[in-house]
């Protein structure tokens, strides 16, 4: 198995644009979590879902942000519009139980 | 109350020495404990897992951790420092005042001096 395999690697936008990160868990694993990582706030959860439905959005800052799973091998955040302050590295994770996550590479997020 | 604690935001250690990263959570209950890696510009890698077996658990590269009720610990141990050790740790609890879900320590970055 590849593991998560998220794109684009590095992604440079300019404030007010949209940013649509791109997710594609384990194969067979029924939940997914989007991560993000900074150095002020370190490792936070943005949502998670469970068999393609979310189940807790609570960590997702604002109405800039959304997520979306059409599918069990696709999954999208999206930022809009993009501010400066989102500048982050942006991780999902997928598993079989809400209480483990593997890691995709990450998605390094620049907003200038 | 934070609910995972990484005592160390730093650690240094040289190669073939013991390495011990520290990991403290407040809960009532029994946790799920997790150690996680990450090396520069990579996702986080598990490492090892307690979820309410033995409390001595062995992980991957060597290292293990202890679960120690009593003491609300889970540090993270393995014998002899090697260079590609260094990197960042991450302790992570699942808890059911959480719903389950993870929850993640500052993170510890592991100097490993030659």
């Known amino acids: 198995d590849a593991g998560v395999i998220q794109s684009p690697r590095h992604e440079v936008t300019e404030m007010g644009q949209e940013v649509t990160l791109r997710c594609k868990p384990i194969?067979?694993?029924?939940?997914l979590f989007w991560y993000r990582q900074t150095m002020m706030r370190g490792l936070e959860l943005l949502i998670y879902?469970?068999?393609?439905?979310?189940?807790?959005d609570s960590g997702m800052p604002e109405d800039r942000f959304s997520a979306k799973m059409p599918n069990a091998s696709f999954s999208t955040l999206k930022i809009q519009p993009s501010e400066p302050r989102d500048s982050a590295v942006y991780f999902c994770?997928?598993?079989?139980?809400?209480?483990?996550?593997?890691f995709g590479q990450g998605t390094r997020l620049t907003v200038v | 109350a934070q609910s995972v604690t990484q005592l160390d935001s730093h650690v240094s250690v040289s190669e073939g020495t013991p390495v011990l990263l520290r990991c403290n959570y407040s809960s009532s209950y029994s946790p799920s404990l997790f150690w996680y890696v990450q090396h520069p510009n990579k996702g986080l890698q598990l490492l090892l897992k307690?979820?309410?077996?033995?409390?001595l658990v062995k992980g991957i590269n060597g290292f293990e951790a202890e679960f120690k009720k009593s003491e609300t610990s889970f540090h993270l141990t393995k014998p002899s420092a090697h260079m590609s050790d260094a990197a960042e740790y991450f302790c992570a609890v699942s808890l059911v005042e959480y719903g389950n879900k993870l929850v993640f320590g500052a993170g510890t970055i592991l100097r490993v001096k030659s």
């Open positions: 194969s067979g694993h029924d939940y």
């Open positions: 307690y979820t309410s077996a033995a409390t």
């Open positions: 994770a997928s598993s079989f139980s809400v209480a483990e996550a593997f």
């Open positions: 879902f469970n068999n393609n439905v979310p189940i807790d």
